[in-house]
């Protein structure tokens, strides 16, 4: 786990000072090494101050901050044939090498056509950069569960792993670099190539035992893959049908598991977690929090997000505590439940969609909300969470699972416009695993109600006489002031 940055001066300048700098925007991603490199050499370093790049020079180039989570991560960038390499990410299953090696030598011969094997036959979750004489390549993962930005200038173009990398290079118009697809970096700026992306399947006819079965199998290969080089691994924790299928999912897969929940100290939720944690006979990591610990986290999480959405920064909160806890206990990956309200309905507004426009038009909606998740959950989770050093995996964003969920019936979700419960295959095979009823059957709620972290953030707001948008705006900008 780390930070990635790739970028190419249009004029022909040496660009080496140029990735250094976005890098030192990126420290708080990865601390333990630092590297740079230019196709033909490599400069790495423990501190970032202390990498030499005097007598390294090229118009193209990449870095890597390096936060260690598992034994064989290596330092970055590598060389290879007259290019050089940053793989960010993982690879499930899991490679007998480090990832990077993987992909090092899964790049030997045809450069570009092997890039493109990449991105087809290999699931995980990541993205990559390589350098030639005088162009990058850039690649991200068909789910997008890496974030990786890019932008250009009239001098450069370049791609990072949060935008400030980019806004400190005088780049103001900052993007999400496109899931499952190749981009060239030259002289002329960016050339996207789609690659493999999530399509919208043919509806597949499936009764439900049949397909709760399957999507069980899948799930438990999934979570087995995202916890096979682990000796320990945290679990978000809601008490709610997501989180507690891919804990009790995660017990039969040999790590230890420890769920994280957190709050407002009189959120209402906590009688239920604590009991749901006792059902599913796993240890419960609890923290609660003041109204004082919002206040003060918030210009944080909205310096690692970059952006002042009042969504994205009441979810952002939750998962900063949660992330230091899993810190704190000395679990560096973190599961979470991401992309099952997409898969299977869980959405209040699915079912406005369902009465109004009928099943079609909620599958259509479904399948483009697991398309855009990246931009709307994926990169913000991964922002908050890097900054105390734990790595992300989402065992319902499998490239199987993905696909096989959105090829099922919404028939197989959302029962009828009136069913509050939705998620109807999902607590089918939440019953098969034995969850008790008081899980599979508790209805949804969002992360910023029942943790009251939006109440805290209202009531922080009339405290300044401002609505919670306008709070959260001037908060931003006191973090990000231009």
Not at 113 to 139: H, M
Not at 207 to 220: C, K, N, T, Y
């Amino acid at each position: 786990m780390g930070a990635i940055a790739v970028a190419v001066d249009k004029t022909g300048e040496n660009v080496v000072p140029t990735v250094v700098l976005m890098l030192k925007e990126l420290t708080h991603r990865g601390a333990d090494v630092h590297g740079v490199a230019t196709p033909n050499s490599v400069r790495r370093a423990k501190k970032i101050e202390e990498i030499s790049i005097e007598n390294i020079n090229s118009s193209v180039a990449l870095g890597h901050n390096l936060s260690r989570i598992l034994s064989n991560d290596r330092p970055q960038p590598v060389l290879g044939d007259d290019f050089a390499l940053v793989f960010e990410g993982r690879l499930f299953p899991s490679p007998n090498l480090s990832e990077v090696d993987q992909i090092l030598e899964q790049l030997k011969g045809n450069l570009w056509k092997n890039a493109e094997d990449i991105l087809t036959e290999l699931d995980g979750s990541y993205v990559f950069a390589i350098v030639q004489s005088n162009k990058a390549i850039v690649g991200r993962d068909s789910i997008g569960a890496i974030p990786l930005y890019y932008g250009e200038n009239e001098t450069l173009c370049a791609a990072a792993s949060e935008r400030k990398a980019l806004w400190t290079l005088g780049i103001k118009n900052v993007r999400s670099f496109p899931p499952g697809n190749l981009a060239v970096m030259n002289a002329h700026g960016f050339t996207f190539h789609s690659i493999k992306t999530v399509m919208q399947p043919p509806v597949k006819p499936m009764e439900l035992g049949m397909a709760a079965e399957r999507l069980q199998e899948l799930l438990l290969n999934s979570t087995k893959e995202r916890v096979s080089n682990l000796e320990n691994v945290a679990i978000a924790f809601s008490g709610g049908l997501d989180s507690s299928v891919i804990a009790a999912l995660a017990k039969t897969c040999g790590a230890e598991v420890h769920l994280v929940s957190v709050g407002l100290e009189d959120h209402s939720e906590i009688s239920h977690v604590k009991a749901a944690a006792e059902a599913l006979e796993l240890p419960l990591h609890l923290q609660t929090y003041m109204l004082e610990d919002v206040k003060r986290v918030l210009p944080k999480v909205l310096w690692l997000i970059e952006e002042p959405d009042v969504v994205k920064a009441n979810i952002a909160i939750p998962f900063y505590w949660t992330a230091e806890v899993t810190s704190k206990l000395g679990c560096k990956v973190l599961l979470v439940g991401q992309g099952s309200d997409e898969l299977f309905g869980g959405y209040q507004r699915y079912l406005r969609i369902y009465s109004q426009y009928g099943a079609a038009k909620v599958r259509d909606v479904m399948y483009r909300d697991v398309v855009l998740s990246y931009e709307t959950n994926l990169q913000r989770d991964n922002q908050v969470c890097s900054f105390h050093g734990v790595e992300l995996r989402f065992p319902f964003l499998d490239h199987e699972v993905v696909c096989f969920s959105l090829s099922l019936p919404v028939s197989l979700k959302i029962e009828c416009a009136e069913n509050s419960l939705r998620k109807k295959v999902l607590r089918r095979v939440a019953q098969n695993l034995g969850i008790p009823s008081f899980i599979t059957n508790k209805p949804k709620r969002a992360i910023q109600y029942t943790t009251g972290v939006n109440k805290a953030l209202r009531k922080l707001a009339r405290e300044e006489g401002l609505s919670l948008r306008g709070y959260v705006k001037k908060s931003f900008r006191e973090v990000y002031p231009k």
